[in-house]
């Protein structure tokens, strides 16, 4: 009669799984089409590492105690499937197999039931202790611990039953044997006949109960992680998608069907673990903005929404539909989160399940600027000067090229000159970046190097005025300066800023321009290396040298050794790194369009980066963007007296030519 009921159960269980399962993975049609099924070793090799591998996840200290849930979790798979077969019939289970194989996987089942029930005690504990993020003390996640737990010693009082009674051998089960003389100690001992089958109907109840209430928690991620880390954007998650501008189109995302399938499924395999929202630059600083409740967000506003979306396809999204832009629980981000983005990819850098905030954040922005016309008022003069002369502060396009105006320097031919040197706007108006920039012309001049500039002709390469949403003036700044270095024959850049060599080197690659694009610290390394520059080390000149990761140089283009190489062959000293460095850096706040937005909320961003490369007390804080100079220069003006320094890379190398 039991085995009958059983199968009834079970039957009925994987029914209302399969078809929660299918309503709620269904919901990611409704998302606009995505291209993620190229090379699929590669992505195969991924998945192994970061997926099964928990590479990602054990990167974290605490994170080693997920790794032991998940890969035991993945063992006691078996276990679980001998379980539930066995229930229907009986005769079937491991026992059938040779004995030596037998013994050894009901050692291995028993060491990973101890090692997840050890493992989820500690969970339970740092939730109450030491949470990753004040919500986290959720009463989801504390019945989920105790529901793996139910099993866990179900499972383990079940066979430490049967050993006690003589029904099984005790072999190769160490903690079940310890449960064994457990149990035939308590008082209660005389009921030990009928505590098997108890205890396998709690096993039985708990793991049909788990399985079906996965697709309706924030542990769907179980089954949405893996084929996410798959599906993952190959290679740095460094351009924007386009868009296509017609008569008729919509442009960016104001509802669920507005973003990616790969978006949506995004949305159903967060983890919410809150490693995102401990990176994020504005979340940090007090501003709204927090991703992981962004992606949340986006998965109850698919829940909301998406069965009428699935009925109207297409852009007839009528407005009895909840916005994705809007406070509370089902709207994605509010505005005043959207425009805190700093675009610096930390969080995607920290994401186990590899999801992809920023584009998500850059589509919410590409329709509040371009369908809404809503965006912060100091963007307003950007966007102008921008299409108007090409450069944020709108000067005219004859001061571009004042700052070499006591250096003789050739324009760019073909076929004569070998690198364009690509000036960008904050080297050639800036200030303090001019200075920059003639220090680099200075280094490149001493080793030889063939180089031109196109002086007024050059413009802005539009990297901003992209992230923060104003995709069709980005396009028509790219098709011009592709049109552009076409008709002059640019093949080979060299940029100081790291935004230009992002924009240059991965942005115009849509529209068909290939380009060897070279940031002035991967050249400088190439000249040292290659013998060309010499230099003598000016240790004395700056002190202990502190050196910041730019952003868009570091995690969104993978340099990192060569500024650092750079400065220990100028200075003769290696850097003395931030603690937060390389992958892990914290941003300037200057990236995402912020560099030319005031910030309302919270601490400023600068103001916590420069705190933490003050308290090294450097004699100088080098940087390689010049947005970086311009963010530490005016955080540190706000420490009176400080007396540090901020150079570039290529100022400090310059130093070094003094005497060479």
């Known amino acids: 009669m039991e085995q009958i009921l059983f199968t009834a159960l079970l039957s009925l269980s994987l029914a209302v799984f399969g078809y929660s399962c299918y309503r709620r993975l269904a919901l990611v049609a409704v998302g606009r089409e995505d291209q993620r099924f190229d090379q699929p070793l590669v992505r195969f090799k991924e998945m192994l590492v970061y997926a099964f591998g928990q590479k990602r996840v054990i990167s974290r200290p605490f994170g080693l105690n997920h790794g032991v849930i998940f890969w035991s979790f993945l063992v006691l798979a078996l276990a679980n499937g001998e379980f539930l077969i066995a ?67 179900a499972y383990l009082g079940m066979n430490g039953a049967e050993i006690a009674l003589g029904q099984k051998s005790p072999e190769g089960m160490p903690v079940s044997s310890l449960a064994a003389a457990f149990l035939l100690h308590l008082p209660l001992a005389g009921q030990l006949p009928q505590l098997p089958g108890v205890l396998w109907w709690i096993h039985a109840l708990a793991l049909l109960g788990f399985m079906n209430f996965l697709p309706y928690s924030k542990h769907m991620h179980i089954l949405t992680a893996i084929p996410n880390v798959y599906l993952r954007r190959l290679g740095k998650s460094n351009t924007q998608e386009r868009e296509e501008f017609s008569e008729g189109n919509s442009f960016g995302a104001n509802s669920v069907d507005r973003l990616s399938w790969k978006d949506l499924l995004d949305s159903l395999s967060c983890t919410e673990c809150g490693r995102c929202q401990n990176v994020c630059p504005a979340a940090t600083t007090g501003k709204k903005l927090n991703p992981r409740e962004v992606m949340h967000s986006i998965k109850e506003n698919l829940l909301e929404n998406g069965r009428a979306l699935e009925k109207v396809r297409g852009d ?63 963007l307003l003069n950007l966007f102008e000067n921008m299409e108007q002369r090409s450069n944020p502060w709108g000067m005219a396009p004859s001061e571009r090229s004042k700052w070499s105006s006591q250096l003789t320097l050739r324009p760019f031919q073909a076929e004569e000159t070998e690198y364009l040197l ?66 002059k024959g640019v093949r080979k850049v060299i940029t100081q800023c790291p935004h230009c060599y992002s924009t240059l080197k991965n942005d115009l690659r849509q529209y068909g321009l290939e380009l060897e694009v070279l940031h002035h610290s991967e050249l400088i390394k190439d000249l040292i290396g290659g013998g060309a520059l010499k230099l003598e080390a000016t240790a ?121």
């Open 87 to 153: 229930g229907v019939l009986p005769g079937v289970s491991f026992s059938l197999l040779p004995e030596p194989l037998h013994r050894g996987l009901l050692f291995i089942f028993d060491c990973c039931s101890i090692a997840t029930l050890i493992a989820v005690g500690v969970a339970a504990v740092r939730r109450v202790v030491n949470p990753p993020f004040e919500e986290a003390r959720t009463f989801e996640a504390f019945f989920i611990l105790s529901m793996i737990a139910t099993l866990m010693l």
């Open 540 to 660: 004395g000149e700056f002190g202990k040298v502190v050196f910041h990761d730019s952003c868009y140089l570091g995690r969104h283009n993978g340099v990192y050794d060569a500024p650092r190489e750079v400065i220990r062959e100028a200075t003769g000293r290696a850097v003395t790194e931030l603690g937060r460095n390389r992958d892990e850096a914290f941003c300037c706040g200057a990236g995402g369009g912020r560099m030319w937005l005031e910030e309302h909320e919270g601490t400023p961003i600068n103001r916590n980066r420069v705190k933490e490369a003050l308290a090294h007390n450097p004699g100088t804080i080098c940087v390689s963007c010049p947005f970086c100079m311009t963010m530490f220069e005016d955080g540190i003006k706000e420490q009176q007296g400080s007396g540090v320094q901020v150079k570039d890379l290529a100022e400090v190398v310059a130093m070094g030519l003094k005497q060479a």
């Open 316 to 378: 007839a999204v009528g407005e009895a539909y909840i916005s994705l832009i809007g406070e509370g629980s089902t709207g994605g981000a509010s505005e005043a989160a959207l425009w805190s983005c700093t675009s610096c990819g930390a969080c995607m850098e920290v994401c186990p399940a590899f999801i992809e905030h920023l584009p998500k954040i850059v589509k919410m922005r590409r329709h509040l600027v371009q369908m809404e016309a809503k965006f912060p008022e100091e």
């Open 422 to 487: 690509f000036v960008g706007c904050s080297g050639a108006f800036d200030a303090r970046n001019k200075q920059v920039t003639v220090a680099l012309t200075r280094v490149l001049d001493a080793a030889g190097v063939s180089y031109g500039v196109l002086g007024k002709e050059e413009k802005c390469c539009g990297e901003s005025v992209r992230r923060l949403g104003n995709e069709y003036l980005f396009d028509v700044m790219a098709k011009e300066m592709v049109q552009q270095f076409r008709a």
